[in-house]
């Protein structure tokens, strides 16, 4: 058979594979997707559309399996580095899961900004960045009240081998121990403001959705708006900046580097602004 009638083969059964899909029949897809990949092993998409029948599985380790061979294949596969970024959560390998989620987004946003696979991997990321957040957060917590009850019994341990040695001055000690709780008291409620969840700034955020800013881009006349949103109101409702009222054209949108660092690091800090409504 001809390369040429081996991959006309292999591309229908992975349309085959497309139907059983589309069907819920996931066994028949895989074999398949199974099929394709034996006639043509060096098609990507062949790798990532039986992955995506393993996930539907919960069949995590062979998620895994095919989206690396898709990735040998093709370094710019936003949908094999979405779902080993997946599999890699399921792991519980955290930090690896995320990476691969960054860079299913940052590879998602280059090739359609305004795709339904961009705002899936932000959920996905957001809801990894908050749960290492949330379990960063309970450790943290944990350790800052141990550490404050063991200074708490610290200074009222010097307070008593005080009032014993020194007669005469036990007003003075209490009031001194006193003062030093209340000032240790003040320290740890500042160490733990940062996990405490409060408002994201006006400035992090997007004037249209209110939401903290994902992908900021700026116009001309300097206002800034979540890349997705913008796109999306001059496609649907004109070409003009929704907020000066300004002609605007897409290729006049410049990406906010200075709000999308400010925004990292604000995340950094305050990882309970991850949390997804």
């Known amino acids: 058979m001809s390369p040429t009638m081996v991959a006309k083969q292999a591309e229908q059964l992975r349309q085959d594979g497309n139907t059983y899909f589309k069907k819920d029949r996931l066994g028949a897809a895989i074999d398949a997707y199974t099929e394709a990949i034996a006639l043509c092993p ?10 995506l029948c393993h996930r539907k599985r919960n069949e995590w380790a062979r998620v895994e399996e095919d989206c690396r061979r898709a990735i040998q294949l093709d370094h710019h596969s936003v949908k094999a580095h979405y779902m080993l970024g997946l599999a890699l959560l399921q792991k519980k390998e955290y930090a690896k899961g995320v990476k691969e989620l960054e860079k299913a987004l940052d590879l ?25 957040w949330e379990q960063e957060s309970t450790k943290r917590s944990w350790e800052l009240r141990n550490l404050k009850e063991a200074c708490e019994a610290a200074l009222i341990d010097k307070c008593n081998r005080d009032v014993s040695e020194k007669e005469g001055f036990v007003d003075e000690t209490h009031r001194s121990t006193v003062d030093q709780l209340n000032a240790l008291n003040l320290v740890f409620k500042k160490a733990a403001e940062d ?5 994201v700034p006006d400035y992090l955020c997007c004037n249209i959705t209110l939401d903290i800013f994902r992908d900021p881009v700026i116009t001309p ?8 949103v913008i796109l999306d109101h001059l496609q ?22 200075a709000i999308k660092e400010a925004v990292r690091a604000y995340l950094e800090v305050h990882g309970w602004a991850y949390e997804m409504d």
């Open 42 to 51: 060096n098609v990507p998409v062949y790798w990532t559309n039986r992955a």
């Open 108 to 132: 998602g946003r280059g090739a359609n900004p305004q795709g339904y696979m961009v705002e899936e991997i932000w959920q996905e990321l957001a809801k990894a960045k908050y749960l290492v």
């Open 195 to 199: 996990g405490t969840p409060t408002e």
């Open 221 to 228: 006349s300097g206002v800034t708006y979540e890349r997705a």
């Open 236 to 257: 649907k409702v004109g070409k003009f900046d929704p907020v000066t009222r300004e002609t605007l054209h897409q290729s006049q949108l410049v990406p906010n580097l």
